[in-house]
């Protein structure tokens, strides 16, 4: 998220958790007001210590190109960052009795009914995402590790909690009465959700963003919080370095005291 933590605040429903990428705003890093230095601290709540990631590309778009062709190189994106020193920075989050690790990627699927349509309520990515899973069929039932992504194609608008995609936010990650743990990535096409990035490497950004906060901060303000910062990716939002050819944001470290 960017570097107006407060904002995101009044524009998320009232007492939750910040847990959004917010736009890009490259002017809000001018002149930004000194803010008390970040500190995550931990609320007891989950971990992800070893993630197990099931992406889920919802919508026919993703059959056509040049849509089709980020669907392999997502998942490329996953089988590498899950294994990748990104994980093995998030240890120093580990606590007793749960060792932050590696993940994997367990599957994908490419899902075209129902249609999300042109727009699409956080409630109704939830009702498909518990419809899936009870079905049995593609979309594997979760454990106290399972990660789901939800990625939406081109030209559909995705609300929560008030806000929508490239007006408020760029991506989400969230929790399902606990235990049902995902992430929402709508489709970076506009300005504040490139951020000046291709849209693959956006995608990946932002992305990488969600991950860490999902397994630092899988049920929102319940693991690894700051109350004035958020979470782990907000503190550097769009601030990104290369690994291993992806381009990845930045991520706070309580150790260092700073973005890495």
Same mark, same amino acid.
């Given at each position: $998220?960017?570097?107006?933590?407060?904002?995101k605040?009044?524009q998320?429903?009232?007492?939750?958790?910040?847990? =959004?990428?917010?736009?890009?705003?490259p002017?809000?890093a001018?002149g930004? %007001?000194?803010q008390?230095?970040?500190?995550?601290?931990?609320?007891? /709540?989950?971990?992800?210590?070893?993630?197990?990631v099931?992406?889920?590309?919802?919508?026919?778009?993703?059959?056509?190109?040049?849509?089709?062709g980020?669907?392999?190189r &997502?998942?490329?994106?996953f089988?590498?960052?899950?294994?990748s020193?990104?994980?093995?920075?998030?240890?120093?989050?580990?606590?007793?009795?749960?060792? =932050? /690790?590696?993940?994997?990627? =367990?599957? *994908?699927?490419?899902?075209?009914?129902?249609d999300? /349509?042109?727009?699409?309520?956080?409630?109704?990515?939830?009702k $498909?995402?518990?419809?899936?899973?009870?079905?049995?069929?593609v979309?594997?039932?979760?454990?106290?590790n399972?990660?789901?992504?939800? &990625?939406?194609?081109?030209?559909?608008?995705?609300?929560?909690?008030?806000? %929508?995609?490239?007006?408020?936010?760029c /991506?989400?990650?969230? +929790?399902?009465?606990?235990?049902?743990?995902?992430?929402? &990535?709508?489709?970076?096409g #506009?300005?504040?959700?490139?951020?000046?990035l291709?849209?693959?490497?956006?995608?990946t950004s932002?992305?990488?963003?969600e991950l860490?906060?999902a397994i630092?901060d899988?049920?929102?303000g319940?693991?690894?919080?700051?109350? *004035?910062?958020?979470e782990i990716?907000?503190?550097? +939002?769009?601030?990104?370095r290369?690994?291993?050819?992806?381009?990845?944001?930045?991520?706070?470290?309580?150790k260092?005291?700073? #973005?890495?």
């Amino acid at each position: $998220m960017t570097q107006k933590p407060r904002e995101k605040k009044s524009q998320i429903t009232a007492g939750h958790p910040i847990r =959004i990428v917010p736009i890009h705003r490259p002017e809000a890093a001018v002149g930004a %007001a000194a803010q008390a230095a970040p500190q995550l601290t931990y609320r007891n /709540g989950p971990l992800l210590t070893s993630v197990q990631v099931f992406t889920i590309f919802w919508g026919a778009a993703w059959q056509q190109p040049p849509q089709n062709g980020l669907v392999a190189r &997502m998942n490329q994106f996953f089988d590498f960052i899950l294994t990748s020193a990104l994980l093995d920075q998030l240890s120093e989050y580990s606590v007793p009795g749960k060792q =932050i /690790g590696h993940g994997k990627r =367990i599957g *994908t699927t490419t899902l075209t009914k129902p249609d999300p /349509g042109k727009s699409v309520q956080d409630s109704a990515i939830q009702k $498909m995402l518990q419809q899936e899973i009870s079905s049995g069929t593609v979309v594997p039932k979760p454990t106290p590790n399972t990660l789901y992504f939800v &990625m939406l194609p081109p030209g559909v608008q995705v609300n929560q909690g008030g806000s %929508a995609s490239c007006q408020t936010f760029c /991506g989400y990650h969230d +929790a399902i009465n606990n235990d049902i743990f995902y992430a929402v &990535m709508p489709y970076p096409g #506009c300005p504040g959700c490139t951020g000046g990035l291709s849209v693959f490497d956006a995608l990946t950004s932002t992305t990488s963003h969600e991950l860490c906060e999902a397994i630092t901060d899988p049920i929102p303000g319940q693991g690894w919080y700051d109350d *004035t910062n958020g979470e782990i990716g907000d503190i550097c +939002a769009w601030k990104t370095r290369s690994l291993g050819g992806f381009t990845i944001q930045l991520e706070w470290s309580n150790k260092a005291s700073s #973005c890495v």
